[in-house]
C-alpha cells in the first residue's frame, strides 16, 4: 500500500515537494534518522470537544471502519486509540474518520525497528537555532498552520508545539520538515512507546528501597 504525500518547506530556508511511501517514514533523534513503518492497524483519534454526544467506547461500534473487538485505550492528550476493521486500509480508514463530524484528528501509528508501537498525538517539540528570528518562526507558524503552547524555555530553548486540523501533513510529517528545514536543534513528536515492565527485580530488597517507603522522612517519597 502506498501513499504520496506531498509536503511543503518554507520558501526562505528551502522549497521542497516531495512524495513519501507509507512504509518509509522516519524520526529525526540524537542518533540520526531512525526508520519507521506506519501501522497499518491502527490509529490515534481526538474527538472535538465542542462538538456534543462524543461516545468514546461506542465509537467503534458505530464506525464500520473500526474494530469493536479491541477495547479503547488512552492515548495522549486527549486522543484514543483505535484499531482498524480487517478488509480496511488504513488510507481507507483515515479519509473516512476524518470526516466525521466528531473526530479532530485520525492519525497513524508507528513501528520502530524493534516492533515497538509509537502513537502520535498532536504534539511535537522543537528548539531554533539561536540566529532564527522571531519573525521567521511565526512565518513558519503559519505557514504549517501549528501552535506554539509552550517556550521557549530559558535554559533548553525547546518550544512544544502542536499541529491542527489545518496542518499540511501529520504530526511527524510536520516535525520533520520542521528539522529538514535547518532553522531547528531538534524537532520530534511526542510519541507514545510501550513501556515494558513485565519483569521482577533479582534483588529481594527491592521492594524496601528508601524512595518506595521512606518511614524516616515520607516526604520525600
Keep these: 500500500m502506498k501513499k504520496t504525500m506531498l509536503l511543503f518547506v518554507f520558501a526562505t530556508s528551502l522549497v521542497v515537494a516531495a512524495g513519501s511511501s507509507i512504509n518509509a517514514e522516519y524520526y529525526y ?3 540520526g534518522q531512525m526508520p519507521l513503518t506506519i501501522c497499518d492497524s491502527v490509529v490515534s483519534v481526538r474527538f472535538d470537544a465542542g462538538v456534543p454526544g462524543t461516545h468514546i467506547d ?3 461500534f458505530l464506525m464500520e471502519c473500526l474494530d469493536e473487538d479491541y477495547a479503547t485505550e488512552q492515548g495522549n492528550r486527549d486522543f484514543w486509540i483505535y ?3 480487517p478488509g480496511w486500509s488504513l488510507d ?3 479519509n473516512i474518520l476524518r470526516t466525521q463530524p466528531l473526530v479532530e484528528f485520525a492519525l497513524p501509528a508507528f513501528n520502530d525497528s524493534c ?3 509509537f502513537k502520535l498525538s498532536d504534539l511535537f517539540v522543537i528548539s531554533f537555532h539561536d540566529t532564527v528570528s522571531q519573525a521567521i518562526i511565526d512565518s513558519l507558524y503559519d505557514f504549517y498552520h501549528v501552535v506554539e503552547i509552550e517556550g521557549p524555555l530559558e535554559v533548553t530553548g525547546s518550544r ?3 499541529i491542527t486540523p489545518q496542518s499540511p501533513g501529520h504530526t511527524l510529517n510536520i516535525a520533520n520538515l520542521f528539522y529538514e528545514s535547518g532553522l531547528v536543534k531538534y524537532s520530534q513528536p511526542a510519541m507514545i512507546a510501550p513501556q515494558k515492565h513485565d519483569y521482577t527485580p533479582d534483588d529481594q530488597f527491592f521492594m524496601h528501597q ?3 517507603n ?3 522522612y515520607p516526604e520525600i517519597d
Design 29 to 31: 533523534c540524537r542518533l
Design 58 to 60: 461506542q465509537f467503534a
Design 83 to 85: 484499531h482498524i476493521e
Design 92 to 94: 481507507s480508514a483515515l
Design 115 to 117: 516492533g515497538n508501537l
Design 160 to 162: 512544544r508545539i502542536t
Design 210 to 212: 528508601y524512595y518506595f
Design 214 to 216: 521512606n518511614s524516616l
